[in-house]
């Protein structure tokens, strides 16, 4: 208890003794000091600067950060770009695979020279196997379910087996997917 009032009295003539200061700093009894006033001006020109040290340093790493993310956009874009003329390309190669596929089932049905087979054939295969480097894969599509993902019907064809309903029973036209991706649906026959 005693110590509260002691506490209370020190702060109460602490009190008195700043604005007895300031009384007489305003009547010019008392004067500044101005190495005071300087260092108080320094320390605000030392805390403005902070600041703005802070805020450049902030923009700095916001712009680095921009940067960064216009590089990897740009780097994407490159690639698509790439993807996109090389799936054009593929896909106009598209119907030379056909036109071998075509040209095979019709000797192997004629008369003619095995050397006509098999000079188509080598054709064939050559360029598949070609496209299949670059990421060409054929759409399976012969017996399996029926899929919208990866097949378009062109047909539905009553079938009597009851495992066949909802499968693909014919392909009329193959399709390929590129790196996964659907380049051309195969349109199929489906058993109903």
Known sequence: M????????AKAQ???TVQKEEKKEKKGFIKKDPKKEKIAE???????L???VAKDKDDYIRLMAEFDNFRRRTSQEKLELVSVA?????????PVLDDCERAMSVLKDS??????????ELIYHKLLGYLQSKGLAVIEAAGKEFDTDLHEAVVQFPVQD??????VFDVVQTGYTLNGKVIRF????VGI
Do not use: R
């Not at 320094?42 to 403005?48: I, S, T």
């Not at 008369?111 to 188509?120: I, Y």
């Not at 195969?186 to 026959?189: G, L, R, S, W």
């Open 162 to 167: 009851e495992q066949m309903k909802g499968k």
């Open 14 to 16: 602490a009190a008195e």
């Open 186 to 189: 195969a349109k199929v026959v």
């Open 50 to 52: 902070k600041n703005q």
């Open 86 to 94: 090389a799936m054009d390309t593929i896909k106009g190669l598209l």
């Open 111 to 120: 008369n003619d020279s095995d050397a006509a087979k098999e000079g188509t």
């Open 42 to 48: 320094l320390e605000k020109q030392v805390e403005e």
């Open 2 to 9: 005693e110590q509260t009032v002691l506490e209370e009295t």
